[in-house]
């Protein structure tokens, strides 16, 4: 298959608006410079070409831009889809994104917020291409970590933030201290 090398650059560059998007719509691969718009785009033909399902593995370290890849080509397929009522389908499936990140995200030696899940999303389309709905799956890769922190680590993040709500009351039975510094 295709494979694309992406490089986080830790800031906004403008090659992913929707001039962009139009730009690599309809193109063949290799015509244009790499690029996120590139795979996704040979994704959607494919689909519509041979009426199958097509896959984009986003993989990478903590911090590489994994979920913004993903955001952009979701990006992409509501727009050339032309998907109108689905045009932000991105920020639909990452909705939850928050709790997903407080439950499966934790403080690394190499990172304050590395995810320590993985993300399976799934775009569903109609026969005419476009965008009728999407699921998102996550499982952990470090059931371990919840009773065990390598040191200079930590507990997932809502460990902490349940301990900064052991007062209120909902939260009382669970018997948790007040600070995290009880379990660091």
Same mark, same amino acid.
């Given at each position: 298959? %295709? @494979?694309?090398?992406?490089? $986080?650059?830790?800031?906004?560059?403008?090659?992913?608006?929707?001039?962009?998007? #139009? =730009?690599?719509?309809?193109?063949?691969?290799?015509?244009?410079?790499?690029?996120?718009?590139?795979?996704?785009?040979?994704?959607?033909?494919?689909?519509?070409?041979?009426?199958?399902?097509?896959?984009? @593995?986003?993989?990478?370290?903590?911090?590489?831009?994994?979920?913004? !890849?993903?955001?952009? +080509?979701?990006?992409? /397929?509501?727009?050339?889809?032309? !998907?109108?009522? $689905?045009? #932000?389908?991105?920020?639909?499936?990452?909705? !939850? $994104?928050?709790?997903?990140? =407080?439950?499966?995200? &934790?403080? +690394?030696?190499?990172?304050?917020?590395?995810?320590?899940?993985?993300?399976?999303?799934? %775009?569903? /389309?109609?026969?005419?291409?476009? @965008?009728?709905? &999407? $699921?998102?799956?996550?499982?952990?890769?470090?059931?371990?970590?919840?009773?065990?922190?390598?040191?200079?680590?930590?507990?997932? #993040? %809502?460990?902490?933030?349940?301990? =900064?709500?052991?007062?209120?009351?909902?939260?009382?039975?669970?018997?948790?201290?007040?600070?995290?510094?009880?379990?660091?």
């Amino acid at each position: 298959g %295709i @494979i694309l090398v992406a490089i $986080n650059p830790y800031k906004q560059l403008p090659i992913y608006g929707d001039a962009i998007i #139009h =730009a690599y719509s309809g193109q063949n691969m290799g015509d244009m410079d790499p690029h996120i718009f590139a795979v996704a785009e040979e994704a959607y033909k494919q689909m519509a070409r041979n009426n199958k399902n097509q896959s984009i @593995i986003v993989s990478g370290e903590s911090g590489a831009g994994k979920t913004v !890849s993903a955001r952009y +080509t979701m990006r992409y /397929f509501a727009t050339v889809s032309k !998907s109108s009522s $689905n045009a #932000h389908v991105e920020d639909k499936v990452l909705a !939850s $994104n928050p709790i997903t990140e =407080a439950v499966g995200n &934790a403080k +690394t030696t190499r990172n304050d917020n590395s995810s320590r899940f993985g993300k399976y999303t799934e %775009i569903s /389309f109609d026969r005419s291409y476009q @965008i009728i709905g &999407a $699921n998102m799956r996550t499982y952990l890769l470090e059931k371990s970590r919840v009773v065990f922190q390598v040191e200079n680590e930590r507990n997932y #993040h %809502i460990f902490y933030q349940l301990c =900064a709500s052991a007062m209120q009351p909902e939260y009382e039975h669970l018997k948790l201290g007040r600070s995290q510094e009880n379990y660091l």
